[in-house]
């Protein structure tokens, strides 16, 4: 996927991305970080084909994904977003089966491959045994493979992910970043997501894209390109960058960059 060259302006005044360029890597996992309001999400829609650049192009395929029908699109690639809600009355299994619908006709019946896709995406998240349950049954960290597990149902080669961690303790956060882990080396599927955990972002990603204020500040390797200085730059706030045997590569913050002098009264 190539993103090349993208202006996105919501309102035709204040542009929100700025002649963004970027290649996202087949089989890998590419993060997207940066402060609140930079324009990670911003940029995810457009690379999803949910907001339209006013400049700009994404390729998929060899192809700029507008030219793609909707249905075709959904089957190359699928989203999970930031905030979801369904109907309170719909089981996790008859959720999953909404992945479905890209591939449903106006004739189609229920058939084989779909209901293998549901096995799949259910048995991937561990969702097999909550099958029959409602949202409201279920825990935060639950209802999120539920999202994961429809958009896994779509049988994408690419999936999207915004913030997927948000609202979760630290356990369903390890478990949302191990079933990512999982799905891109035992399934292939090539993963960006959104994180605001850098931590998480350096730990599970093979390439980091780094933005500010709309524009792409760097990209590559997590080990090449975090720096404390590359924090600073992006997020303003000092840090401690440090190597531990068994994590990694790990960040520590320690103070925000401007330190306001406080008056006395
Ligand atoms: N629907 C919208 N209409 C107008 N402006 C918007 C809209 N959505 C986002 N913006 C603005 O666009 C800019 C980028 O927002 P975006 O949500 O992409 O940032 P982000 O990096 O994902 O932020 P966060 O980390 O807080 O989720 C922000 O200034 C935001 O206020």
């Not at 970027?22 to 829609?45: F, H, M």
């Not at 491959?113 to 995406?121: H, L, N, R, Y």
């Not at 993963?191 to 980091?208: F, G, T």
């Not at 531990?244 to 960059?257: C, F, K, Q, T």
Request: hydrophobic content about 40%.
């Amino acid at each position: 996927m190539d993103i090349k060259e993208i202006t996105f302006s919501y309102d035709r005044k204040v542009d929100r991305l700025h002649q963004v360029n970027a290649e996202i890597q087949p089989g890998r996992i590419t993060t997207i970080i940066g402060p609140n309001g930079c324009g990670k999400s911003t940029l995810l829609n457009v690379m999803s084909s949910n907001a339209v650049p006013r400049q700009g192009q994404i390729i998929l395929d060899g192809q700029d994904i507008r030219q793609y029908r909707p249905r075709e699109l959904a089957r190359k690639l699928a989203v999970v977003h930031q905030q979801n809600e369904a109907p309170a009355d719909l089981t996790v299994e008859q959720l999953v089966r909404f992945g479905r619908l890209p591939y449903k006709t106006l004739l189609s019946s229920r058939r084989e491959e779909d209901d293998q896709a549901v096995e799949w995406a259910l048995k991937c998240t561990n969702l097999e045994e909550r099958r029959y349950r409602t949202l409201d049954q279920l825990s935060g960290g639950e209802q999120q493979r539920v999202w994961i597990a429809m958009a896994l149902a779509q049988r994408t080669p690419v999936l999207f992910l915004d913030e997927p961690t948000t609202y979760l303790d630290m356990y369903y956060q390890l478990e949302i970043m191990e079933l990512i882990e999982r799905l891109n080396r035992e399934h292939g599927l090539t993963i960006v997501m959104v994180l605001h955990d850098i931590n998480q972002a350096i730990r599970y990603s093979h390439h980091l894209i780094a933005m500010k204020e709309g524009r792409i500040v760097m990209s590559g390797e997590p080990k090449q390109i975090v720096t404390a200085e590359l924090i600073r730059s992006v997020y303003d706030v000092h840090v401690a960058v440090r190597q531990d045997e068994e994590a990694g590569l790990y960040v520590i913050p320690v103070s925000v960059r401007q330190q306001t002098p406080i008056e006395a009264g």
